[in-house]
């Protein structure tokens, strides 16, 4: 399994942009980076996921490094219903279940 | 939609004895998995699923059980509850992850006390 480096935490200002990093160097070359997010209280849900091009979507862009040893997670424009657990997991093909690791926090202070 | 249906949502246990979390999914997801949280700290997986009767165990399978029998059903059994199982599970299932894009759609979780 490809293991991933996260901040633990990171802080941001309402209506900032935020950029969430991830290290993958173990990535496999046909894994997929999947994003999650864990809101207080609640169960995990999905972001955004990629392979090699940068991806967006109404909740967040995904920025792919050329060599896919690492991502990054944007978040335009941070708002406080957007702290919670940042996840960034690969995602193989088969059989291979999703593993967690220990995300990033992500505090917004308005 | 139902999406991934977790019951019940709060259960206290005494030690020793038995229940089983229940999880329905209602889009056909072939992947099912159960997770365990324990406070803050990040989800560890217990058991999954690639299809009805198939399991295999996680990275934290000791003192649970599983069974597939149906697609839409993959309860998760605590034979002899311990204190040391006091946590939040989550079920969630997908489609197989045949190319690894497929996503993962999360039950909104049973917190579990074991007195």
């Known amino acids: 399994d490809a293991k991933t480096t996260q901040p633990n935490s990171m802080e941001s200002n309402e209506e900032e942009p935020v950029h969430l990093p991830c290290n993958h160097s173990?990535?496999?070359?046909?894994?997929?980076i999947h994003w999650y997010r864990q809101l207080p209280s609640q169960g995990p849900e999905y972001v955004i996921h990629?392979?090699?091009s940068n991806v967006n979507n109404r909740m967040a862009s995904l920025a792919i490094a050329e060599d896919r040893k690492s991502s990054t997670l944007i978040l335009h424009r941070a708002t406080l219903r957007d702290a919670a657990v940042y996840y960034c997991?690969?995602?193989?093909?088969?059989?291979?279940?999703?593993?967690f690791g220990k995300g990033t926090r992500l505090s917004v202070i308005a | 939609n139902a999406g991934v249906t977790q019951t019940p949502k709060f259960q206290v246990l005494k030690t020793g004895q038995s229940m089983t979390l229940q999880c329905a999914q209602d889009?056909?997801?072939?992947?099912m998995s159960w997770y365990r949280q324990d406070p803050g700290m990040g989800l560890r997986l217990i058991h999954y699923?690639?299809?009805?009767?198939?399991?295999d165990q996680g990275e934290v399978p000791n003192g649970y059980n599983v069974s597939r029998s149906t697609t839409e059903d993959f309860p998760l059994r605590l034979l002899s509850a311990a204190p040391s199982q006091t946590s939040v599970y989550f079920c969630?299932?997908?489609?197989?992850?045949?190319?690894?894009?497929?996503?993962?759609?999360f039950g909104s979780g049973t917190q579990l006390s074991v007195l």
């Open positions: 969630a299932s997908s489609y197989l992850p045949g190319r690894g894009s497929e996503k993962l759609f």
């Open positions: 173990t990535i496999s070359g046909t894994d997929y």
């Open positions: 990629g392979l090699t």
């Open positions: 997991i690969p995602r193989g093909k088969g059989n291979t279940p999703l593993v």
């Open positions: 889009m056909n997801h072939e992947y």
């Open positions: 699923s690639v299809g009805a009767g198939i399991t």
